[in-house]
C-alpha cells in the first residue's frame, strides 16, 4: 500500500509551492540590497562599451635564440604582464595572445592609461649588474680620436645620489657622491685607486687606456663616450643586445646619468616579492623586495662586495629593458631581503615595487599598435546591443501572448526574475572576480532570453498534453512535472557544457560571451524550480484557469481534450461488484 501513495504524492515541494517563492524571494532581495550596500548598482562595462585603450605588443626575436617565440613564453609573458597591469588596480583589464607573436592588452576606461602602457611595454630582462662608472647622461666630448675617458662630466640628479640599499634599516649615505671613474680603469675593476677631486669638486680621470686595452673594451669606451641618454633614441640603444654575461652601458630612466654596468649578478626571477611602503620614522617611502633562497645567496655574495668598495662602485643598478631604474648605494651585506630608499613618490615607489615583482618576462617586445576608444562609441555600441536585445524579448513576448494567452503572464514573471537575478549578480561579479560585460556577452544575455522561453515552452506543452487526454488542469500540472522537468535539465545540460567548453577552450571576449550564457542556464533552472513550477501550481486553484477559460491558454476545447477519464471509471465502477 506504501508504493501507490509515495507514487500519487508530489513530487519536489510542489505540494507546498509557498516554501519555493519564499526561498527565491529572500535571494532577489539578499542580492539586490547587496547590490545597493556595496555601490555597484550597474554591471562592470567591457572596453568595447566603456571605451579605454587597446595596445598589441610585439615580440622580437632573441639573438642567439631562434626558438625562443614560442606558445610557451608567450603564455608566459601573457600571465606576467597580465600580473603587472593588475598590480595597478586594473582588475578587468584584458591580456591576450593574438597570433604566433603579438599580445593585445584592453586597459578599460578610467585606468591611467599612460602608466599603464608604461608598465606594459617595460617587458624585456629585469637584472641586477653592479656599476663600475656613472657620470652625467650627455655625450662626453673627446678632443683627440683616440677613446681616451675623461671623467670630468658631472652627472645631475643622479638616481645614485639619494638612493641606499639595506638590509633591515636604510640609511642614506650623507656623502652620496657623483663621481665617476675613469672608464679603463673601471672596466678594469681596479678597486683600490680613488678618484683625484680638483678645487671645484670635479673629478679629474688620471687614467688612460694603454696599449693593452683589448679592442672589446676600447669600443665600449667610444660607445659610453657617444652615448646620449638625454635623447629617447640614445636611451634605446644603450646596451641594445647586451647578454647577462656581458659588461654594459646603460641610461638611467630619466636620461640624466649613464653607466657602466658589470655582468648581472642577480635576475628578476630571483625575486620572490616587493611591494612600496611608507617608511614611518623617515616619513619616506620605500621598496622592501623579498629574494629567494637561490636569489637570497647571489644577493649576499654581490653585497658582500660591494659594500667594500668606493662610491659609485658600491652602487648595484636594478636594470630593466637596458635601462637603470634605480641604482642605490650598499652600505652593508644583504641577503633575503632587502629595501631601497630615495627621493620615491608614492607612484614611483609602487611602480619600482610592481616592476620587480612581475618584471622578469621571457622575451622582448616592442608596442606595434595603440588603439584608443572612445566612450561614445562604446556608448553607440551597448545602445546597439540593447535595442537588439529589446527586439529579441517583444518577439517573445509577442509569441507567448498569441499563443500561449493566460500562460504569458506566467512566463513573462518568470523572465522578470530571471532578469532581476541575471542583473544583481553581473553587478556583484564586477568587484567580486573582475567580470566586466563586454559586448559578446550582451549578446550571451540576449541568447539566454530564448533559452529560458524555451523551458517555459516544454513545461507548458506537458500540461497541455495532460489536459488533450483528458485530465483536469491541477492533476494535469503535477503530472507534467516530471517529463518536463527531465526534457528542461538535459536541454540546460548540453546548453552550460557548450558554454564550458567556449569559456575554456577560448580567450578574450568570447569568454564573456560563454561566461553570460553560463550563468544564465544555470539560472533558467533556478527560475523553473524556485518560480515557474510554484507559481503553475498556485494558477492552477484558480478558477480563472482551472475552469479553462478561453483566454487562459488552457481550455480543453480549443485543445481538442478528449473526454474527463474520471467520469468514465464513475461510470463503470459500480457494475464490476454486481456482475460479480
Known amino acids: 500500500m506504501a508504493a501507490p501513495k509515495k507514487g500519487r504524492g508530489p513530487s519536489g515541494g510542489q505540494g507546498r509551492p509557498g516554501r519555493a517563492l519564499a526561498l527565491i524571494l529572500i535571494a532577489m532581495v539578499a542580492l539586490t540590497g547587496g547590490m545597493f550596500l556595496s555601490g555597484h548598482t550597474t554591471p562592470r562595462l567591457g572596453i568595447d562599451l566603456a571605451g579605454g585603450t587597446s595596445?598589441?605588443?610585439?615580440?622580437?626575436?632573441?639573438?642567439?635564440?631562434?626558438?625562443?617565440?614560442?606558445?610557451?613564453?608567450?603564455?608566459?609573458?601573457?600571465?606576467?604582464?597580465?600580473?603587472?597591469?593588475?598590480?595597478?588596480?586594473?582588475?578587468?583589464?584584458?591580456?591576450?595572445?593574438?597570433?604566433?607573436?603579438?599580445?593585445?592588452?584592453?586597459?578599460?576606461?578610467?585606468?591611467?592609461?599612460?602608466?599603464?602602457?608604461?608598465?606594459?611595454?617595460?617587458?624585456?630582462?629585469?637584472?641586477?649588474?653592479?656599476?663600475?662608472?656613472?657620470?652625467?647622461?650627455?655625450?662626453?666630448?673627446?678632443?683627440?680620436?683616440?677613446?681616451?675617458?675623461?671623467?670630468?662630466?658631472?652627472?645631475?640628479?643622479?638616481?645614485?645620489?639619494?638612493?641606499?640599499?639595506?638590509?633591515?634599516?636604510?640609511?642614506?649615505?650623507?656623502?652620496?657622491?657623483?663621481?665617476?671613474?675613469?672608464?679603463?680603469?673601471?672596466?678594469?675593476?681596479?678597486?683600490?685607486?680613488?678618484?683625484?677631486?680638483?678645487?671645484?669638486?670635479?673629478?679629474?680621470?688620471?687614467?688612460?687606456?694603454?696599449?693593452?686595452?683589448?679592442?672589446?673594451?676600447?669600443?665600449?669606451?667610444?660607445?659610453?663616450?657617444?652615448?646620449?641618454?638625454?635623447?629617447?633614441?640614445?636611451?634605446?640603444?644603450?646596451?641594445?643586445?647586451?647578454?647577462?654575461?656581458?659588461?654594459?652601458?646603460?641610461?638611467?630612466?630619466?636620461?640624466?646619468?649613464?653607466?657602466?654596468?658589470?655582468?648581472?649578478?642577480?635576475?628578476?626571477?630571483?625575486?620572490?616579492?616587493?611591494?612600496?611602503?611608507?617608511?614611518?620614522?623617515?616619513?619616506?617611502?620605500?621598496?622592501?623586495?623579498?629574494?629567494?633562497?637561490?636569489?637570497?645567496?647571489?644577493?649576499?655574495?654581490?653585497?658582500?662586495?660591494?659594500?667594500?668598495?668606493?662610491?659609485?662602485?658600491?652602487?648595484?643598478?636594478?636594470?630593466?629593458?637596458?635601462?637603470?631604474?634605480?641604482?642605490?648605494?650598499?652600505?652593508?651585506?644583504?641577503?633575503?631581503?632587502?629595501?631601497?630608499?630615495?627621493?620615491?613618490?608614492?607612484?614611483s615607489a609602487q611602480d619600482l615595487a610592481n616592476v620587480l615583482s612581475y618584471g622578469a618576462l621571457p622575451l622582448s617586445f616592442d608596442e606595434d599598435t595603440v588603439t584608443t576608444v572612445t566612450a561614445a562609441l562604446g556608448g553607440e555600441q551597448l545602445q546597439a546591443g540593447l535595442i537588439a536585445g529589446a527586439i529579441g524579448l517583444a518577439l517573445v513576448v509577442i509569441y507567448l501572448v498569441a499563443y500561449y494567452r493566460g500562460l504569458a503572464l506566467i512566463a513573462l514573471l518568470s523572465l522578470l526574475v530571471s532578469g532581476i537575478l541575471t542583473y544583481t549578480l553581473m553587478s556583484l561579479l564586477g568587484p567580486a572576480i573582475g567580470f566586466a560585460l563586454n559586448l559578446p556577452a550582451v549578446c550571451g544575455a540576449i541568447v539566454a532570453i530564448g533559452i529560458t522561453a524555451d523551458s517555459f515552452i516544454v513545461y507548458f506543452e506537458r500540461i497541455r498534453d495532460e489536459i488533450r487526454d483528458g485530465r483536469t488542469l491541477r492533476p494535469a500540472v503535477e503530472r507534467a512535472w516530471p517529463r518536463a522537468r527531465r526534457t528542461i535539465l538535459v536541454s540546460d545540460f548540453v546548453s552550460f557544457l557548450a558554454a564550458a567548453v567556449l569559456f575554456i577552450v577560448t580567450v578574450g571576449k568570447v569568454q564573456g560571451f560563454a561566461f553570460t550564457l553560463g550563468l544564465t542556464t544555470l539560472l533558467d533552472v533556478v527560475v523553473v524550480f524556485l518560480f515557474t513550477k510554484p507559481v503553475m501550481t498556485l494558477m492552477a486553484r484558480t478558477k480563472f484557469f482551472s475552469g479553462g477559460h478561453p483566454w487562459s491558454g488552457l481550455d480543453p476545447k480549443r485543445l481538442g481534450a478528449k473526454p474527463p477519464l474520471r467520469r468514465m471509471r464513475r461510470v463503470n465502477a459500480p457494475t464490476d461488484p454486481k456482475e460479480a
Not at 630582462?125 to 675617458?149: E, I, K, N
Not at 672608464?183 to 696599449?211: F, I, M, R
Not at 628578476?268 to 622592501?288: C, F, H, L, P, Y
Request: charged content about 20%; overall charge positive; proline content about 6%.
Open 55 to 347: 595596445i598589441t605588443l610585439k615580440a622580437k626575436s632573441q639573438p642567439g635564440k631562434p626558438d625562443a617565440i614560442n606558445p610557451t613564453n608567450m603564455d608566459t609573458a601573457v600571465s606576467i604582464i597580465e600580473r603587472r597591469v593588475n598590480g595597478l588596480g586594473v582588475s578587468e583589464a584584458e591580456v591576450q595572445t593574438q597570433g604566433r607573436d603579438n599580445i593585445i592588452v584592453n586597459i578599460p576606461k578610467g585606468t591611467n592609461s599612460k602608466q599603464a602602457r608604461e608598465q606594459v611595454g617595460t617587458t624585456a630582462q629585469l637584472y641586477f649588474r653592479p656599476v663600475l662608472t656613472v657620470t652625467a647622461g650627455q655625450a662626453t666630448p673627446t678632443d683627440t680620436a683616440s677613446p681616451s675617458a675623461s671623467g670630468s662630466a658631472k652627472p645631475s640628479a643622479s638616481p645614485s645620489d639619494k638612493e641606499t640599499a639595506s638590509g633591515s634599516k636604510a640609511t642614506p649615505s650623507a656623502s652620496a657622491t657623483t663621481q665617476g671613474r675613469a672608464v679603463t680603469g673601471a672596466l678594469k675593476k681596479d678597486t683600490s685607486p680613488s678618484p683625484s677631486t680638483s678645487a671645484s669638486g670635479t673629478p679629474k680621470a688620471s687614467a688612460s687606456p694603454s696599449a693593452s686595452v683589448d679592442p672589446a673594451t676600447a669600443e665600449l669606451q667610444k660607445r659610453f663616450a657617444a652615448l646620449d641618454c638625454s635623447t629617447k633614441a640614445g636611451r634605446a640603444k644603450a646596451g641594445a643586445n647586451a647578454k647577462p654575461t656581458d659588461t654594459t652601458i646603460a641610461c638611467s630612466s630619466e636620461g640624466d646619468a649613464k653607466y657602466v654596468l658589470g655582468p648581472a649578478e642577480v635576475s628578476g626571477t630571483d625575486v620572490d616579492s616587493a611591494k612600496a611602503t611608507i617608511d614611518q620614522q623617515r616619513g619616506m617611502w620605500i621598496v622592501q623586495m623579498d629574494f629567494t633562497d637561490k636569489g637570497s645567496k647571489k644577493f649576499q655574495q654581490i653585497t658582500s662586495k660591494l659594500s667594500q668598495q668606493q662610491s659609485p662602485m658600491n652602487q648595484f643598478a636594478i636594470a630593466l629593458d637596458g635601462e637603470v631604474v634605480s641604482a642605490p648605494q650598499v652600505n652593508e651585506t644583504l641577503s633575503g631581503s632587502a629595501e631601497i630608499s630615495g627621493s620615491f613618490t608614492q607612484q
